[in-house]
């Protein structure tokens, strides 16, 4: 168990780019959820996943953004044309039976 | 929606003495989480708390849910430098997803 794995860790980018985070959960773990925590902010809950299906998304998440789970192993969120204000942490975490969540390390966006 | 207060939002200290901070809630939760969180890195799992008046220590660290279940403590005692961070509260109710907290930024001075 190497815990939750996020990559890139930092990504900087141009304004309209397209970026991809990638986030390798804890394997014995089946619910995955994307937060997303601005300066300041505490982690504020974009999504999740049970398996492949994602159930839930919050009104945070718009058109430009989407995240899949396509084996119910790994997960990728993908943002297109960012916006400076996309940037942020980007945090993945996963969720065993119990009611706690395990983060990863996070993946920053600095968009210019 | 729901929203989380964390109390005080920052706070310094000197090394040695006990910290107190608290978490409160518009909303009953049934499960109430203790996370720090060092710069540049996701946050780390404190305490879990899952019942109504529960009271769990972890190491100089001790949480309580609060019998109100809209509210949640947090104590640090005799502080040590490495406790600089920032600790967030995070909540839940059933079948809802965890809604987090501010934070509250701990500074010890040596």
Not at chain 1, 7 to 14: A, F, G, L, S, V
Not at chain 2, 51 to 78: C, V, W
Request: glycine letters at 10%; hydrophobic letters at 30%; charged letters at 20%.
């Amino acid at each position: 168990d190497t815990g939750v794995s996020q990559n890139p860790r930092h990504k900087i980018t141009k304004r309209g780019q397209n970026v991809t985070f990638r986030c390798d959960p804890i394997s014995e773990h089946n619910r995955l959820y994307w937060y997303r925590q601005t300066l300041g902010q505490g982690p504020e809950f974009l999504t999740y996943f049970q398996n492949e299906a994602q159930l839930e998304k919050s009104r945070l998440l718009s058109d430009r953004f989407s995240a899949e789970r396509p084996k119910g192993s790994f997960s990728t969120l993908e943002i297109q044309r960012t916006e400076q204000g996309d940037s942020a942490m980007y945090l993945c975490a996963s969720k065993p039976g119990a009611n706690v969540l395990t983060f990863g390390a996070g993946s920053r966006l600095t968009v210019l | 929606g729901q929203q989380l207060n964390q109390s005080p939002q920052s706070m310094f200290i000197q090394e040695g003495e006990d910290v107190s901070m608290n978490c409160t809630s518009s909303s009953i939760f049934n499960t109430w989480l203790w996370y720090k969180q060092d710069p540049g890195e996701g946050p780390v799992l404190l305490i879990a708390l899952y019942k109504a008046g529960e009271l769990t220590s972890n190491g100089r660290l001790t949480a309580q849910f609060g019998i109100t279940r809209k509210d949640s403590f947090l104590n640090i005692s005799a502080s040590i430098p490495s406790d600089v961070g920032i600790y967030f509260c995070a909540g839940s109710s059933y079948g809802q997803n965890f809604v987090f907290g501010p934070g509250t930024r701990l500074s010890v001075l040596p």
